[in-house]
Protein backbone atom coordinates (compact mmCIF):
# COMPACT_ATOMS: atom_id res chain seq x y z
CA UNK A 1 0.00 0.00 0.00
CA UNK A 2 1.71 3.25 -1.30
CA UNK A 3 -0.14 6.88 0.77
CA UNK A 4 0.30 10.46 -1.11
CA UNK A 5 -0.95 12.99 1.14
CA UNK A 6 -1.78 16.13 -0.15
CA UNK A 7 -3.04 20.35 0.66
CA UNK A 8 -0.79 21.41 3.30
CA UNK A 9 0.21 25.47 3.08
CA UNK A 10 0.53 28.18 5.12
CA UNK A 11 -2.80 29.88 6.38
CA UNK A 12 -3.70 32.15 9.23
CA UNK A 13 -5.17 32.22 12.41
CA UNK A 14 -8.55 30.80 12.44
CA UNK A 15 -7.99 29.82 8.92
CA UNK A 16 -9.46 26.44 7.32
CA UNK A 17 -7.24 23.85 5.03
CA UNK A 18 -8.02 20.05 4.19
CA UNK A 19 -5.80 17.67 3.46
CA UNK A 20 -5.95 14.61 1.44
CA UNK A 21 -4.36 11.24 1.22
CA UNK A 22 -4.73 8.55 -1.74
CA UNK A 23 -4.09 5.40 -1.28
CA UNK A 24 -2.97 2.51 -3.77
CA UNK A 25 -1.35 -0.91 -4.24
CA UNK A 26 -3.35 -3.73 -1.95
CA UNK A 27 -6.17 -0.87 -1.14
CA UNK A 28 -8.95 -3.74 -0.48
CA UNK A 29 -6.82 -4.71 2.56
CA UNK A 30 -6.77 -1.17 4.07
CA UNK A 31 -8.91 -1.58 7.62
CA UNK A 32 -8.62 2.00 9.56
CA UNK A 33 -6.81 5.25 8.25
CA UNK A 34 -5.96 8.33 10.34
CA UNK A 35 -3.81 11.66 10.40
CA UNK A 36 -0.69 12.14 12.54
CA UNK A 37 0.98 14.84 13.00
CA UNK A 38 4.84 15.63 14.30
CA UNK A 39 4.93 19.33 15.62
CA UNK A 40 8.40 20.87 15.06
CA UNK A 41 10.53 19.07 18.25
CA UNK A 42 8.21 16.85 18.81
CA UNK A 43 7.29 13.47 18.54
CA UNK A 44 4.86 12.14 16.11
CA UNK A 45 0.97 12.39 17.74
CA UNK A 46 -2.36 10.85 16.68
CA UNK A 47 -4.82 13.68 15.20
CA UNK A 48 -7.81 11.53 14.09
CA UNK A 49 -8.62 7.86 12.96
CA UNK A 50 -11.72 6.69 10.95
CA UNK A 51 -12.76 2.92 10.13
CA UNK A 52 -12.71 0.92 7.54
CA UNK A 53 -16.66 1.67 6.74
CA UNK A 54 -16.46 5.07 8.33
CA UNK A 55 -18.94 4.60 11.08
CA UNK A 56 -16.78 5.50 13.72
CA UNK A 57 -14.25 8.11 14.51
CA UNK A 58 -11.93 9.30 17.08
CA UNK A 59 -10.14 12.41 17.49
CA UNK A 60 -7.35 14.16 20.01
CA UNK A 61 -8.76 16.29 22.53
CA UNK A 62 -6.81 19.28 20.59
CA UNK A 63 -8.89 18.40 17.41
CA UNK A 64 -12.21 17.69 18.49
CA UNK A 65 -14.78 20.38 17.64
CA UNK A 66 -12.34 21.96 14.57
CA UNK A 67 -11.18 18.87 12.64
CA UNK A 68 -13.17 16.21 10.99
CA UNK A 69 -11.61 12.98 9.22
CA UNK A 70 -14.03 11.13 6.24
CA UNK A 71 -13.21 8.64 3.99
CA UNK A 72 -14.32 7.43 0.64
CA UNK A 73 -13.49 4.13 -0.54
CA UNK A 74 -14.60 3.93 -3.53
CA UNK A 75 -12.04 6.44 -4.08
CA UNK A 76 -9.41 4.79 -1.48
CA UNK A 77 -8.86 8.46 0.20
CA UNK A 78 -9.00 10.16 3.87
CA UNK A 79 -9.92 13.41 4.31
CA UNK A 80 -8.95 15.84 7.20
CA UNK A 81 -10.72 18.92 7.21
CA UNK A 82 -9.33 21.80 9.70
CA UNK A 83 -11.38 24.96 11.15
CA UNK A 84 -10.06 27.34 13.48
CA UNK A 85 -6.34 26.86 12.77
CA UNK A 86 -4.30 27.48 15.16
CA UNK A 87 -0.09 28.23 15.62
CA UNK A 88 -0.56 25.03 17.69
CA UNK A 89 -1.68 23.19 14.84
CA UNK A 90 1.78 23.62 12.90
CA UNK A 91 2.89 20.38 12.16
CA UNK A 92 4.30 17.88 9.22
CA UNK A 93 0.75 15.66 8.77
CA UNK A 94 1.00 12.14 7.75
CA UNK A 95 -1.59 9.98 6.88
CA UNK A 96 -1.73 6.45 7.88
CA UNK A 97 -3.49 3.20 6.51
CA UNK A 98 -3.74 0.01 8.92
CA UNK A 99 -4.01 -3.37 6.55
CA UNK A 100 -4.93 -7.04 7.31
CA UNK A 101 -4.53 -9.37 4.75
CA UNK A 102 -6.13 -12.40 4.00
CA UNK A 103 -3.84 -14.29 6.15
CA UNK A 104 -4.10 -12.02 9.21
CA UNK A 105 -0.58 -10.63 8.98
CA UNK A 106 -1.55 -6.64 9.52
CA UNK A 107 0.75 -3.83 8.20
CA UNK A 108 0.70 0.03 8.49
CA UNK A 109 1.38 2.29 6.32
CA UNK A 110 2.30 5.94 6.00
CA UNK A 111 2.00 8.83 3.44
CA UNK A 112 5.37 11.09 2.85
CA UNK A 113 3.69 13.74 5.10
CA UNK A 114 2.65 17.62 4.20
CA UNK A 115 3.72 20.71 6.42
CA UNK A 116 0.69 22.58 7.76
CA UNK A 117 2.23 26.00 8.92
CA UNK A 118 -0.32 28.36 10.82
CA UNK A 119 1.40 31.87 11.28
CA UNK A 120 -0.27 35.57 10.58
Known amino acids: VQLQAFGGGLVQPGGSLRLDCTAS????????MGWYRQPPGKQRELVAT????????NYADSAKGRFTISRDNAEDTVHLHMNSLEPEDTAVYYC??????????????WGQGTQVTVSS
Open 25 to 32: GMTFFINA
Open 50 to 57: ISKSGGST
Open 96 to 109: NAAVIYATGAKGDY
